[in-house]
């Protein structure tokens, strides 16, 4: 079980909004820069976020995160079916001293 | 464009020893920070380990006593062996870069991964 905690599945229909959150503690999210990966199924993951709220070049500004104390959450507006993945969120633990990942949250855009 | 590739053996069997090697193009290895991340069959991700081209590196304490990272600038390469494996080390295994900025870090781009099955 993973020290970050996500929502293991969400739906939503084309053209909606949807979020999904990643919690975590003062020794994770708190206190260090969260990134975000989408991993299309049959691929590798892909960064979509960094730094807290930095998207890569190629990456639309529909993907958004917010933070919050222990908690991050991405924002995805105007779903598109290419949008179906599996969402990951990271950052660095300074308790575990490691790297941790959430366990995942499946987006099914119906 | 960098792009990364990993090569190994698909099947290892129990108690042996994997090694994954990955190769970088596009770019030299030098200067950056490198990683292997692992993902067991239609489960999440795990953090392996981190080397700088230096050659110093930083592992999962999960994993540590059994893992090294090594790097070889001259072939723009880097290595990953995992020992004593068993049926949970059977998972896709991805390199990838790791971009760092005033000690935050993140991952891109990532190899396409191989599957490596620990079964005998």
């Known amino acids: 079980q993973s020290v970050l905690t996500q929502p293991p599945s969400m739906s939503a229909a084309p053209g909606q909004n949807v979020t999904i959150s990643c919690s975590g503690s003062?020794?994770?999210?708190?206190?260090?820069?969260v990134s975000w990966y989408q991993q299309v199924p049959g691929s590798a993951p892909k960064l979509l976020i960094y730094?807290?709220?930095n998207r890569p070049s190629g990456i639309p500004d529909r993907f958004s995160v917010s933070k919050s104390g222990t908690s991050v959450t991405l924002a995805i507006t105007g779903l598109r079916t290419g949008d179906e993945a599996d969402y990951y969120c990271?950052?660095?633990?300074?308790?575990?001293?490691?790297?941790?990942f959430g366990e995942g949250t499946k987006l099914t855009v119906l | 464009q960098m792009q990364l590739q990993e090569s190994g053996p698909g099947l290892v069997r129990p108690l042996e020893t994997v090694s994954l090697t990955c190769t970088v193009s596009?770019?030299?290895?030098?200067?950056?920070?490198w990683s292997w991340i692992r993902q067991p069959p239609g489960k999440g991700l795990e953090w392996i380990g981190f080397?700088?081209?230096?050659?110093?590196?930083n592992y999962n304490p999960s994993l540590k006593s059994r893992v090294s990272i090594s790097i070889d600038t001259s072939k723009n390469q880097f290595s990953l062996k995992l020992r004593s494996v068993t049926a949970a080390d059977t998972a896709v295994y991805y390199c990838?870069?790791?971009?760092?900025?005033?000690?935050?870090?993140?991952?891109?781009?990532w190899g396409q991964g191989t599957l490596v099955t620990v079964s005998s």
């Open positions: 990838a870069r790791v971009l760092v900025y005033f000690g935050q870090n993140w991952f891109a781009p």
């Open positions: 730094d807290n709220n």
């Open positions: 080397i700088y081209y230096t050659g110093s590196a």
């Open positions: 990271g950052t660095w633990d300074d308790s575990l001293g490691t790297w941790v």
């Open positions: 003062s020794s994770n999210i708190e206190n260090n820069f």
């Open positions: 596009g770019d030299s290895i030098s200067s950056y920070y």
